[in-house]
């Protein structure tokens, strides 16, 4: 399974307490631990400032499945790699956003919301239980994950109602969320885990590296990416299985086309 880690890859660069903790960045520390546990991922990363993001065709072409963190350059992201992941998702490849990739564009168009949320910076305890114990992204995982310090998010987490949830996040302020979310989106599969914010080494963690390496297996496509079929196809009557006569009017031209006078 061909995995690729995306990260903004500044917060490591600029700020000296998120790179004590990650030195070689978040990408890096993700990708390091998927290959530990899991060598059936070829894990490959990109980032914000490669050519294109790290995610030309070819890339995005070749994954599996993408993993997406970001936090504070969402907008940076060009208009023509949110396109092609999006449809490279309706097309059959898996997408896991994690913790404030809750506000990337390809997540927000993918949900078609708002995806805000409440937020605290403020190193509390978190919980994250397991609601959904028989479902494959809580294989190994038990009833808990318990985290010493991270940043809360609370509900209402504003996205379309999730078709599946795993997990569910206690903090210790009192807020409950949403944290392990599932949606199908065309022939793609997307899964929204909340765990990860910079300044705590969330994914230096067993467990929540061990969800990761879960999602990836769930979120893969189980048989061929269909291209394209985020495209209206037109089938013109001389294309149908079975011989067929044009009946009434139409607004469109024999190519498909709109415009031109009514048929």
């Not at 914000?48 to 907008?75: K, N, Y």
Request: with cysteine; hydrophobic share 40%.
């Amino acid at each position: 399974m061909n995995v690729t880690i995306w990260n903004e890859f500044r917060h490591e660069k600029q700020n000296e307490l998120v790179r004590s903790i990650y030195p070689d960045g978040i990408h890096s520390a993700i990708a390091q631990g998927l290959r530990d546990l899991d060598s059936g991922l070829d894990v490959r990363t990109a980032t914000l400032d490669e050519a294109e993001h790290g995610l030309s065709e070819a890339v995005v072409e070749s994954t599996d499945v993408l993993f997406w963190w970001g936090h504070a350059h969402h907008e940076a992201v060009s208009e023509p790699v949110v396109e092609r992941v999006h449809n490279a998702v309706l097309a059959g490849m898996g997408l896991v956003v994690l913790h404030s990739g809750h506000f990337s564009r390809i997540f927000r168009r993918l949900m078609g919301t708002a995806c805000s949320l409440r937020w605290r910076e403020a190193g509390e305890r978190e919980r994250l239980w397991v609601v959904n114990p028989g479902h494959p992204i809580a294989r190994g995982i038990g009833p808990f994950i318990e985290l010493p310090n991270t940043e809360m998010y609370g509900e209402p987490f504003i996205v379309p109602t999730p078709e599946e949830e795993v997990f569910i996040s206690w903090f210790e302020g009192g807020e409950v969320f949403r944290s392990g979310c599932c949606w199908r989106r065309g022939n793609g599969k997307v899964f929204y885990f909340r765990p990860g914010h910079e300044t705590y080494p969330i994914y230096h963690n067993r467990q929540v590296l061990q969800v990761l390496a879960n999602a990836a297996h769930w979120a893969a496509p189980h048989g061929e990416r269909v291209s394209g079929i985020h495209k209206a196809q037109n089938v013109p009557a001389e294309q149908a299985r079975e011989k067929i006569v044009r009946k009434g009017g139409s607004v469109h031209q024999p190519d498909g086309s709109l415009g031109g006078a009514m048929q």
